[in-house]
């Protein structure tokens, strides 16, 4: 059976072959643990951290030991979020997030608040973005983290990580930014965008499940996390567990491939998205979430009036592969936050679908989706005029 075109990017990404290859050697043969300095094996296993965390660090203008590994961005959220609450707690107990962001930053801000922190939940203007004006009202003397994320992995809407890194730093409270979905597709910068704190994966980018980072600011200022797990003190006392080498081989080179490609990857992916985008306009009341111009290349996420959700999504499925929203939530019937959070009704946020165009998406596949799903959504509704008629 002949598999649908995959264009559920934002959810996860095919490793890259390149970045398998760079991997395989530390599986069988350069397989020592970073930790046994005693040894060649581990010599071998200690420089190739030592070089990826080099490789990852430059990508964002960060130094190398500013580079702290995890299974990922999830872990990485709950370091920051929690590990700051925890040490700067005695400063104040109060945090900023945002209601769109993902439910590795809601939850662990919601833990908080069981605990007795108060977290300040921004709302999101129509297009997607916080209102700045509001950011920085909501700023307290005890307000210690703000918790903003750079891409959102439901619409693709880019916040303004240079205006909000300057409105923390100004009021001297630590800016911590989730960049899984913006690594490696638009430029980073923590020291221009004054970001404290940064989450990032791999297997967003081309590269393995299972390893992300956080970047941990050091000087100006120097960043106290109190660490999440406790064992064997590596990654600077502050996340322990034997470092996985293969991984983290992998994730630099997926970076490394990532920026190399990107002026020339996110071109391509701007003209298929807008192919994509141009065909299903054809479509009364259809809309398009999110800011038109401040989203990632290949994002497109589409809300259909007058149709049935899990319809929608049943009817394009065996032709290709999307989800309607978060693919941490995917199997739930809620409607997405993100997409109540722009204003749409629950039906409509059901009857939406996230596609998401990737590196090795093509133009024919994309008028292959286009034609199937037109096909579909005017199929449903004539079917439900059809009800209603009858």
Same mark, same amino acid.
Request: some cysteine.
């Given at each position: 059976?002949?598999?649908?075109?995959?264009?559920?990017?934002?959810?996860?990404?095919?490793?890259?072959?390149?970045?398998?290859?760079?991997?395989?050697?530390?599986?069988?043969?350069?397989?020592?643990?970073?930790?046994?300095?005693?040894?060649?094996?581990?010599?071998?296993?200690?420089?190739?951290?030592?070089?990826?965390?080099? *490789? +990852?660090?430059?990508?964002?203008? !960060? @130094?190398?030991? $500013? &580079?702290?590994?995890?299974?990922?961005?999830? =872990?990485?959220?709950?370091?920051?979020?929690?590990?700051?609450?925890?040490?700067?707690?005695?400063?104040?107990?109060?945090?900023?997030?945002?209601?769109?962001?993902?439910?590795?930053?809601?939850?662990?801000?919601?833990?908080?608040?069981?605990?007795?922190?108060?977290?300040?939940?921004?709302?999101?203007?129509?297009?997607?973005?916080?209102?700045?004006?509001?950011?920085?009202?909501?700023?307290?003397?005890? *307000? +210690?983290?703000?918790?903003?994320? !750079? @891409?959102?992995? $439901? &619409?693709?809407?880019?916040?303004?990580?240079? =205006?909000?890194?300057?409105?923390?730093?100004?009021?001297?409270?630590?800016?911590?930014?989730?960049?899984?979905?913006?690594?490696?597709?638009?430029?980073?910068?923590?020291?221009?965008?004054?970001?404290?704190?940064?989450?990032?994966?791999?297997?967003?980018?081309?590269?393995?499940?299972?390893?992300?980072?956080?970047?941990?600011?050091?000087?100006?200022?120097?960043?106290?996390?109190?660490?999440?797990?406790?064992?064997?003190?590596?990654?600077?006392?502050?996340?322990?567990?034997?470092?996985?080498?293969?991984?983290?081989?992998?994730?630099?080179?997926?970076?490394?491939?990532?920026?190399?490609?990107?002026?020339?990857?996110?071109?391509?992916?701007?003209?298929?998205?807008?192919?994509?985008?141009?065909?299903?306009?054809?479509?009364?009341?259809?809309?398009?979430?999110?800011?038109?111009?401040?989203?990632?290349?290949?994002?497109?996420?589409?809300?259909?009036?007058?149709?049935?959700?899990?319809?929608?999504?049943?009817?394009?499925?065996?032709?290709?592969?999307?989800?309607?929203?978060?693919?941490?939530?995917?199997?739930?019937?809620?409607?997405?936050?993100?997409?109540?959070?722009?204003?749409?009704?629950?039906?409509?946020?059901?009857?939406?679908?996230?596609?998401?165009?990737?590196?090795?998406?093509?133009?024919?596949?994309?008028?292959?989706?286009?034609?199937?799903?037109?096909?579909?959504?005017?199929?449903?509704?004539?079917?439900?005029?059809?009800?209603?008629?009858?």
């Amino acid at each position: 059976m002949q598999k649908p075109i995959y264009l559920d990017n934002f959810a996860t990404t095919p490793t890259d072959r390149r970045v398998v290859e760079a991997m395989l050697p530390y599986f069988t043969e350069q397989f020592g643990n970073p930790s046994s300095v005693a040894h060649a094996y581990g010599w071998e296993a200690e420089a190739a951290v030592k070089k990826s965390r080099q *490789t +990852i660090a430059a990508a964002i203008n !960060a @130094a190398p030991e $500013e &580079i702290i590994f995890t299974s990922g961005a999830t =872990e990485a959220d709950n370091l920051a979020i929690k590990g700051v609450a925890e040490a700067y707690f005695s400063k104040g107990k109060h945090l900023i997030s945002c209601v769109s962001e993902h439910s590795a930053v809601l939850d662990p801000c919601k833990y908080l608040q069981s605990l007795g922190f108060e977290i300040t939940f921004l709302p999101v203007q129509q297009d997607g973005l916080i209102d700045l004006e509001l950011l920085l009202r909501s700023i307290r003397p005890e *307000t +210690i983290l703000i918790s903003v994320m !750079a @891409a959102n992995n $439901e &619409i693709g809407v880019l916040q303004n990580l240079n =205006e909000i890194g300057a409105i923390a730093r100004q009021h001297q409270v630590l800016f911590h930014t989730d960049a899984a979905q913006a690594i490696g597709k638009i430029p980073l910068d923590v020291a221009s965008m004054k970001i404290d704190l940064m989450s990032l994966t791999a297997h967003k980018i081309y590269g393995p499940k299972g390893i992300g980072a956080l970047y941990v600011r050091k000087r100006d200022p120097r960043v106290r996390l109190a660490p999440q797990l406790h064992g064997g003190g590596q990654e600077q006392q502050l996340r322990s567990g034997t470092l996985y080498t293969p991984q983290i081989v992998g994730f630099a080179k997926a970076i490394e491939l990532a920026l190399g490609e990107m002026e020339s990857e996110s071109k391509r992916a701007i003209g298929l998205r807008q192919m994509l985008q141009n065909k299903l306009s054809q479509l009364e009341n259809i809309y398009f979430n999110g800011h038109p111009e401040l989203r990632l290349p290949g994002s497109l996420s589409v809300s259909v009036a007058g149709v049935d959700g899990a319809a929608l999504l049943l009817g394009v499925r065996s032709t290709v592969a999307v989800s309607s929203g978060s693919a941490c939530a995917s199997s739930s019937i809620k409607p997405s936050h993100v997409l109540t959070a722009l204003g749409h009704s629950p039906e409509l946020a059901r009857a939406s679908i996230r596609f998401g165009i990737g590196r090795f998406n093509t133009a024919a596949e994309i008028e292959r989706v286009a034609k199937t799903t037109i096909a579909v959504i005017e199929s449903l509704r004539s079917a439900k005029a059809t009800a209603v008629n009858f």
